[in-house]
């Protein structure tokens, strides 16, 4: 990987990547809960907040990952 692609995905980015994604997946949800029907039943939100959460940890693990790998990479040089 060059220097460039190195520096614009920091740890930062991942973060900031996945508390937007899991967001994405729990706000509908959310609001559903506070303003919709008290006898509704959403399923699809409800299936959209377990993917979304899935989505965005899994994009923080991958920043922790890349962190991690590039931290031990520095050390042994």
Avoid: C, E
């Amino acid at each position: 990987m060059s220097n460039s692609t190195d520096r614009s995905w920091t740890f930062s980015s991942f973060l900031k990547l996945g508390i937007f994604v899991a967001a994405v997946g729990y706000i509908p949800l959310q609001l559903y809960i506070i303003f919709g029907p008290r006898d509704g039943n959403p399923i699809g939100l409800g299936l959209l907040f377990v993917v979304g959460m899935f989505a965005g940890l899994s994009v923080i693990g991958i920043g922790v990952i890349r962190m991690l790998w590039q931290t031990f990479k520095h050390r042994r040089s």
